[in-house]
């Protein structure tokens, strides 16, 4: 159980091109979803935290009109990159809680490989 | 806000032999919850085991366990019989509302 779903997991798109990334929790409802981007062999970096029909609360630092989220149901959220450029290129991973504590562990999709040429 | 700390960036162990990973974290909660994750080379983030911080038994679970010591902040993972599919990178998290990822540490197991 509490398999998360993410797709696509590998994006080589040209500069300037939009990328939406879909993050889905197949057998459980997910209240929060969060949304990280991960530099080779380095630890995840919170980008956004988002509770299924309200905004995305994103970390200082984190341009909101450059990654957009959006939380539309229990089970999908998306992260859209606008008009991305070579240094978004990253390692994106999201995750899904069931509960809005954080006592129950964020299970995690696999990732999405995003390359900008 | 919360902060952890895994001291030992890399780490090795003899196949079957036992390993410990160190993570410290700071809060001024009450109420929290520890994680520990795995993430092998295929970068599949791998929920490994959990830890209540009102528990004060320690969370096993098959050759993983914990040494969870709330007075001293201290949250350390210990893998008894390593075997070679436990090489990978593992995070410590803390969790209350999000979660806080220590920087990691790089598991090698050698045959």
């Known amino acids: 159980g509490a398999v998360v779903s993410q797709h696509p997991s590998w994006v080589i798109c040209k500069s300037g091109t939009s990328v939406k990334i879909e993050c889905r929790s197949l057998d459980f409802q997910a209240t929060t979803m969060f949304w990280y981007r991960q530099f080779p062999k380095q630890s995840l970096m919170l980008m956004a935290t988002?509770?299924?029909?309200?905004?995305?609360?994103?970390e200082q630092g984190v341009e909101k009109d450059k990654f957009l989220i959006n939380h539309a149901s229990l089970t999908l959220s998306t992260l859209t990159v606008t008009s991305a450029h070579p240094e978004d290129s990253s390692f994106y991973i999201c995750s899904a809680r069931a509960g809005g504590k954080g006592n129950q562990p964020q299970h995690f999709g696999d990732g999405t490989r995003l390359s900008i040429l | 806000a919360q902060t952890v700390t895994q001291s030992q960036p890399e780490m090795s162990v003899q196949e079957a032999e036992t390993v410990t990973l160190s993570c410290t974290y700071d809060?001024?909660?009450?109420?929290?919850?520890l994680f520990w994750y795995k993430q092998p080379p295929s970068r599949q983030m791998i929920l490994v085991i959990r830890q209540e911080a009102y528990k004060q038994q320690n969370a096993t679970e098959n050759r993983f366990s914990v040494n969870f010591q709330k007075a001293a902040k201290s949250f350390s993972l210990k893998i008894s019989d390593s075997q070679l599919g436990d090489a990978a990178m593992y995070f410590c998290?803390?969790?209350?509302?999000?979660?806080?990822f220590g920087d990691g540490t790089t598991l090698t197991v050698k045959p």
């Open positions: 988002s509770n299924e029909g309200s905004k995305a609360t994103y």
């Open positions: 809060t001024s909660e009450s109420d929290y919850y």
């Open positions: 998290a803390y969790g209350a509302g999000k979660s806080t």
